[in-house]
């Protein structure tokens, strides 16, 4: 197991990387053990595959020790010590990657050691540094706040009074735009997850905190600092945003801050960092999903699309550049531009960013892609065929499945599999303690309208008009596929007529 950590993290080496691992186990700074040097070399002549059948303990033992006997104490303490080097060589990396850490990091040394003038002039370099950075980002927050204890810690070690209330005052700021900014991406995920999965979370401690900030009267306030200060500053900004987003989030009646936070977003994108301007995009995207069910669900299913488009033109849907797409964002992009009938936007999205998915879920989620194409085409026979061939990586899929094989079944006139599939589907939605009350109210709303469709298509219920369908379809709020419910009730209406 210890040997199979370390050939896990020198399989992500390159040529270069394993040539500069090697320098570092074989200097006399790092590693003393001539005998750990050996068993890397050992080791690393099996790169890049590292063959299980070559890297025996026994040979590996031999090649360092020559003729002495095999102890396997002795080989686990050489290979223990070669994965501590392996994983300090990953810090290190990482630290080369990080020059503000480094320099905070030799701040804090020279103040240990009292060499104060050296300590000074290294933080001031750091001020400069983090002076002429106007793109927000929370790490750039952290930085500001460390660089400040560390003025803090200079003058209370040379009794300097004078500067200390101002970095103090900047540091309480800077903690509360911190707070402020983590805690609404935290509120975002939380109520994310109790959405998507239908978990509850203790709001005890949560609820009254959040409602018992003057989020207005802090904007307010700021609004009437910054009539005075020309500067553009992202972390203002991005306070600013976190504001209304907490606002509007708070009041899922709110339009005003709703557009602010928006406007705040797509005029000073610039000034924010790739992560925080992640993290907004999705902060807007979940109050829009709010607002649907409360205010307008086509106009929020709208303002929806445009950011997740937006975030599509600049980059951002995942949270990392090196991670894979979220299927939940994908099925979002592409159901949305079917229900606004942009069927081309749709296909070509699909056709350009399946790729970017999980490779446990692509071809699952290309099936169903090409199965909501062929009915969108009216190739019904072709879809049912596509999405035979699915399987269901992720619960969200069969609900999406079993909506589209639901609509082919009523196109085909396969109205006793459509009755069958109704009620299986009821059942599904009923007994899914999972399945959060918005999804399960918006799919068993379908379910019903679709079963009215249904019984006026074959004349079993005499009573319900087409007029009458078509007013229950415009009123429902929560609902899917409501474009193809609306269309379905209105071909019936002209029909009668």
Known sequence: ???????????????????????????????????????????????????EEKLGFESLFRIVYE?????????????????????????????????????????????????????????????????DNNTFSLDLIQKKMELNILWNDLSVSLDKQEPMMDKRTEQTELLIYYSVVELSNMLNVLVGIKKLYNLEYDETVIKPYFEGIDYKGILEALDNKDQEVKKRDGLRYAFKAYLCYMITFLDPYDEKYFYRLKEIVTKNAGLFSREELFN????????????????????????????????????????????????????????????????????AFAAEYEHMLSPEIRDSVSHYADACLLFENGNYTASIGKLNKLKFPIQGLKLLVRETLLKNFYELGYFEEAFSLI?????????????????????????????????LKTRTESKLGAERLEEMIIKSRVLTSKKWLLLKAGQLRNKKN
């Open 423 to 455: 009620d299986s589907f009821t059942h599904l939605l009923t007994n899914n303690r999972k399945l959060n009350p918005g999804t399960k109210d918006r799919y068993l709303n379908f379910l019903d309208l679709t079963k009215k469709l249904l019984n």
């Open 280 to 347: 907004l995009h999705t902060s807007i995207g979940s109050c829009c999903s709010l607002k649907r069910e409360t205010i307008d669900d086509v106009k929020y299913l709208k303002e929806h699309f445009e950011i997740e488009k937006s975030s599509l033109k600049a980059g951002l849907l995942t949270h990392s550049e090196e991670q894979y797409m979220q299927v939940n964002g994908f099925l979002l992009l592409f159901r949305t531009s079917l229900e606004l009938g942009d069927i081309k936007w749709a296909e």
């Open 1 to 51: 197991m210890i040997l199979k950590r370390l050939v896990e993290i020198l399989r992500t080496f390159d040529k270069a990387e394993l040539k500069r691992f090697g320098k570092l186990v074989s200097s006399g700074f790092f590693n003393t053990n001539r005998s750990v040097d050996k068993l890397f070399r050992a080791i690393a002549r099996q790169y890049p595959e590292f063959k």
């Open 67 to 131: 003729n002495r006997k095999y102890d396997e104490k002795t080989f686990r303490y050489l290979i223990t010590e070669l994965s501590q080097l392996a994983e300090r060589y990953l810090v290190l990396n990482e630290y080369e990657k990080a020059p503000v850490k480094e320099k905070l990091i030799l701040s804090e040394a020279l103040l240990n050691r009292r060499l104060f003038t050296q300590a000074a002039r290294t933080m001031r370099a750091l001020n400069k540094d983090l002076g």
